[in-house]
């Protein structure tokens, strides 16, 4: 919702002034984007491979794209037009965070073997990984930040990124922290391509590292549930 556009006189100037006062805008519009793709991926997430996972799924990917063109924020903001900004620093703290991840699941294989991921599914995690940064940031992150502020937004953002992963405990510690860290360095830079990249070699990393009767092939929802190892 807009204010009218009110006029000032100004004595000095001898004439009237417009001034346009602050902008209030009406965030129920933002609010409802992220609570309907948000409930459309905990269905997709919940619910069996067949049909109904199937609509869901391709609902939420619908949603995301339409929210992301209509939407307020330009190319920019989504992330999508300087791929070298920040590059470097990001893909360095995700290089050092793979290497530290990769010595603990040494120390914790008397726990169980890791998951070996195969190479095809490597890129397509690879690929997904990069779809979850687009939806976490140019479609959560954005519009809790236009409502809340960055600094409560990055909590905002990570706490959804967490949920989704729920039941699985490992999963959604871990994504909570790493959400944390993804929404800061895409708040800083705006860049979603390397951020697609740490994301992924960060969770291949955690699949090849940590028991895998933890993370049940990092599978999430109803798929964690019904994995038996």
Not at 40 to 62: D, Q, Y
Not at 66 to 79: C, E, I, M, S, Y
Not at 136 to 154: D, N, P, T
């Amino acid at each position: 919702m807009i204010e009218k556009t009110e006029v000032f006189y100004d004595a000095e100037a001898g004439d009237s002034q417009i001034f346009a006062p602050p902008v209030e805008t009406n965030y129920r519009r933002d609010l409802l984007e992220i609570a309907f793709v948000f409930g459309c991926i905990l269905v997709a997430v919940w619910t069996p491979p067949g049909r109904v996972n199937f609509f869901f799924s391709m609902v939420a990917a619908a949603c995301v794209v339409t929210f992301a063109v209509a939407g307020r924020w330009n190319a920019r903001d989504l992330g999508l037009t300087r791929p070298l900004a920040g590059a470097g620093h990001m893909l360095l703290a995700g290089a050092i965070l793979c290497g530290v991840i990769a010595p603990i699941g040494i120390l914790l294989r008397f726990a169980g073997a890791a998951y070996s991921v195969p190479l095809s599914r490597s890129w397509q995690y690879g690929f997904w990984a990069l779809q979850q940064e687009f939806i976490l940031q140019s479609i959560f992150f954005l519009r809790l930040e236009a409502m809340l502020g960055s600094r409560r937004a990055v909590i905002a953002a990570a706490s959804l990124f967490a949920l989704v992963h729920i039941p699985s405990p490992v999963l959604t510690v871990l994504s909570f922290c790493g959400g944390i860290l993804f929404c800061e360095l895409f708040q800083r830079w705006r860049n979603l391509y390397p951020l697609g990249i740490i994301h992924g070699a960060l969770g291949l990393t955690i699949a090849a590292s940590l028991p895998d009767k933890w993370l049940h092939h990092m599978r999430v929802g109803i798929g964690y549930l019904m994995l038996h190892l």
